[in-house]
DNA sequence: GCCAACGTTGGC
DNA sequence: GCCAACGTTGGC
């Protein structure tokens, strides 16, 4: 299972705002650069990822999780663009802001580092752990 | 609010 | 198909 990151400035659309649709989430229509849609076309429903806040907040402040393959972006007039589902599983117990994933030596390829104006983006799955641990997530037990 | 980085557009 | 101009994003 993959993992990615969303991107919002949350004036325009909150985690807080995500929370509120509930289970079924809602669609994360109108990205239109080309590989945040290859990154949203590769998703799978169940996929989770960070949320992260731009500009304002500048941090993972929480989980969510595919809830709708990909398909095309009605929003879009062209038809060239697509757009999955999300739905917001937790907030994370502690914010990790963009500070403390630039602190992080482990985190310097981090496309929110590497390419910060992408706005959908796929997280490894260490980083994936590392952040969920700094985030204040339990994590399993490694074997 | 500034500006660097990046993506897109459009003239040639 | 190149590349200059332009618009947008997002950190600072």
Redesign the pocket.
């Known amino acids: 299972m993959a993992h990615w990151l969303f991107?919002s400035?949350p004036s325009a659309w909150s985690f807080e705002k995500l929370v509120g649709c509930g289970a079924d989430g809602t669609d994360w229509s109108g990205v239109?650069?080309?590989?945040a849609k290859l990154n949203m076309q590769a998703m799978r429903v169940g996929e989770q990822g960070f949320f992260y806040h731009?500009?304002e907040g500048?941090a993972i402040v929480g989980i969510v999780e595919v809830s709708n393959a990909y398909r095309p972006d009605p929003t879009d007039p062209a038809g060239k663009f697509g757009m999955v589902d999300i739905r917001a599983v937790r907030p994370l117990p502690r914010p990790v802001t963009?500070?403390a994933v630039k602190a992080e030596k482990r985190l310097a390829a981090m496309a929110l580092v590497t390419?910060?104006?992408l706005?959908v983006q796929p997280v490894t799955e260490a980083e994936w752990a590392l952040i969920c641990e700094m985030g204040g997530l339990w994590q399993p037990p490694s074997i």
């Open positions: 991107k400035e239109r650069n080309h590989s731009s500009n500048k963009l500070d390419n910060s104006r706005s």
